[in-house]
């Protein structure tokens, strides 16, 4: 089969070649992917990986044949999954825990961007408990978790305060439900009960210090790559007692098939929306990833188009594959 892989160089940082089909594990599904979406924390592990490793983590299709143990969704259903690497191929084996049905009103184009940017926001707002009344500030919030959150926490009652730095972002966030937008962490007026940081570098002492009294700091990525420092004194003159997290969206109790049921349902719903920013085959990821890097897409969605076995590319239908700017892989 064909297969994306790490080049060992920054331009491309892949390529494509023949791939062996994979042999699931009993507790593993064998996809067909239909779509596939690229995260920024993807482009960063390329760029330290070795040629030949194979990346890709959020994909979308239809289970070819379903886990040897019986758990997961049954051969010919359409699922969205999380795949611990390989996905960016035409077919993966996924983890049946970590895959979720979608019916055939949410398509693949939607479904591949789901999974690391959606889970990332369900689990940060679940993390932070009751939302409801409460100020948040949320930072690089252009990408696809600030879309994602922003939607869930002004849905469930909460006053969002989103950061970015692009104008256009900003006035969809304020249609997803921001009651508020700010172009520079320090123009964020007043205090805030929760603040989500993802960028880092200078950004986390600032985003700090807008905590209230008591708040807490939810530290969920370092976009800047950054590094970051606290003072004591500033923070005991500043906001006082705070509570200060780091969370990773892969460190938690529930699996990731299941909360992504959670969220397709959400989006079955109406109640949570995934942005689309770029449709494009999955030939042209090199330049996707090159395009990412350089910071000419935000949020983009690309649906990978199926191979017919000729020996050369060529697309099933229309397909595109996901990006969900992400702050982690």
């Known amino acids: 089969m064909k297969a994306l892989f790490a080049t ?19 507790d593993e599904a064998l996809v067909r992917v239909d779509a596939f979406s690229v995260n920024r924390g993807e482009m960063l592990l390329l760029e330290e990986r070795d040629p030949g490793w194979r990346p890709g983590k959020d994909i979308a299709g239809v289970v070819e044949a379903d886990a040897a143990d019986g758990a997961g969704p049954a051969a010919g259903q359409r699922v969205t999954g999380h795949a611990e690497c390989a996905g960016w191929a035409e077919y993966a084996a996924v983890p049946a825990t970590s895959l979720a049905a979608i019916p055939e009103t949410i398509s693949a184009i939607q479904a591949a961007a789901l999974p690391l940017a959606g889970l990332t926001a369900l689990r940060l707002l679940r993390l932070a408990g009751n939302v409801t009344g409460r100020r948040i500030l949320l930072t690089g919030a252009s990408g696809g978790v600030g ?9 469930a009652g909460a006053e969002v305060t989103a950061v970015t730095a692009s104008a256009e972002r900003g006035r969809r966030l304020a249609e997803l439900g921001a009651a508020g937008v700010v172009h520079n ?5 007043g205090r805030y009960h929760l603040v989500l940081e993802s960028t ?38 500043g906001p006082g007692s705070v509570t200060i997290r780091q969370f990773s969206y892969w460190d938690f109790p529930a699996s990731y098939g299941e909360d992504l049921a959670i969220l397709v349902r959400l989006v079955t719903t109406g ?19 090159a395009d990412l890097r350089e ?3 935000r949020v983009q969605l690309t649906e ?11 697309p099933r239908v229309g397909a595109v594959y996901s990006l969900a700017e992400a702050a982690q892989a």
């Open 200 to 237: 880092g570098g200078e950004n986390l002492a600032v985003a700090a210090d807008r905590l209230a009294h008591e708040g807490t700091l939810i530290w969920f990525g370092q976009a800047s790559l950054q590094p970051s420092t606290l003072s004591f004194f500033a923070l005991r003159d």
């Open 147 to 155: 879309h994602y959150v922003t939607e869930l926490a002004a849905a």
């Open 185 to 189: 962490l320090a123009a964020a007026p």
């Open 304 to 314: 990978l188009a199926r191979l017919v076995d000729e020996g050369h590319l060529r």
């Open 8 to 26: 060992g160089r920054r331009e491309p940082l892949v390529s494509f070649g023949e791939a062996d089909g994979p042999r699931p594990r009993r």
């Open 271 to 289: 109640r949570l929306h995934p942005e689309i920013g770029r449709v494009a085959d999955w030939a042209d990821t090199a330049a996707t990833l």
């Open 295 to 297: 910071r000419r897409i």
